[in-house]
């Protein structure tokens, strides 16, 4: 069974960076167009970014230019390099598929202090 493992979140000043780390276990990610989420308090799940099998990328639009998704086909992860960071980031991130909905991981809080 596919299981997804998110690391990498902790406490940041704004303008600060971060990168997080997605490692999959039980599926080989390399097929799969893959993506970061984030739930902010009191908040529905949100897109952030997407990177497809062919590494083509796409973010949305408040983290356009800051952020950067990744992936390695090797280390079986998914990364995003989260730089100049905004309070308004402050969420657990997640990570999945946007193929297949594999089993949520446990996230990885990011807080961004002002």
């Known amino acids: 069974q596919a299981q997804l493992v998110e690391s990498g979140g902790g406490l940041v000043e704004a303008g600060g960076s971060v990168r997080l780390s997605c490692v999959a276990s039980?599926?080989?990610?390399?097929?799969?167009?893959m993506a970061w989420y984030r739930q902010a308090p009191g908040k529905q799940r949100e897109l952030v970014a997407v990177?497809?099998?062919?590494?083509?990328?796409d973010y949305i639009d408040s983290v356009k230019d800051r952020f950067i998704i990744s992936r390695s086909s090797a280390a079986n992860t998914v990364y995003l390099q989260m730089n100049a960071l905004k309070p308004e980031d402050s969420a657990v991130y997640y990570c999945?598929?946007?193929?297949?909905?594999?089993?949520w991981g446990q996230g990885t809080q990011v807080t961004v202090s002002s």
């Open positions: 999945n598929s946007r193929n297949v909905a594999f089993k």
């Open positions: 990177i497809a099998s062919n590494n083509n990328r």
């Open positions: 039980g599926v080989i990610l390399r097929p799969y167009t």
